[in-house]
């Protein structure tokens, strides 16, 4: 593996973060906005007894398992790693879903309130992340950096001869 490749990678990853974060808002924002409103509604019912339960977590956590699907079809095959990370969150996110749903329906403990809380969270995190890869375009990316660069250059040499642009 090429580290220099993958640095360069990366650093144009993280420069390109604000327009591909602008891309990948609307499309986060529609994907949770019924859970967002869920949640407001149950909080507008329940006010002063309103608590970050189980139920609230489930929300999420099928929120978040609904959006990773969608980006396991949406990560380009190219991204060999990415597209397996996304699996196994999507995983994870199954299990604490399913986990979730036998601890509500059975009356039981089976984890406690806080790994839900975290695993929904994390997933969240990770969520936003893979969304944020989905929509980058690397190509995209690279050219504008070389066009930037090329703005910038007065004079150039071709078969050793040195011409002003």
Do not use: H
């Not at 006010?47 to 929120?63: H, M, Q």
């Not at 396991?72 to 699996?87: F, G, H, P």
Request: one cysteine or more.
């Amino acid at each position: 593996m090429d580290w220099n490749k993958a640095w360069e990678s990366i650093k144009t990853f993280v420069l390109n973060i604000p327009a591909t974060l602008k891309k990948t808002s609307v499309w986060m924002l529609i994907s949770y906005i019924i859970p967002i409103i869920n949640v407001l509604i149950i909080y507008g019912m329940q006010r002063e007894n309103f608590s970050y339960n189980l139920n609230i977590i489930n929300i999420i956590l099928v929120t978040n398992a609904c959006f990773i699907t969608s980006l396991v079809y949406l990560i380009d095959n190219k991204r060999e790693i990415t597209k397996a990370l996304n699996i196994v969150t999507l995983i994870i996110v199954v299990v604490l879903f399913s986990f979730s749903i036998a601890q509500i329906e059975k009356q039981t403990t089976i984890f406690s309130l806080d790994i839900y809380r975290f695993g929904a969270f994390a997933t969240f995190c990770l969520s936003i992340l893979f969304g944020l890869i989905s929509k980058y375009d690397e190509v995209e990316a690279e050219s504008k950096a070389r066009a930037a660069k090329g703005k910038g250059t007065k004079e150039t040499t071709i078969g050793g001869k040195s011409i002003k642009l």
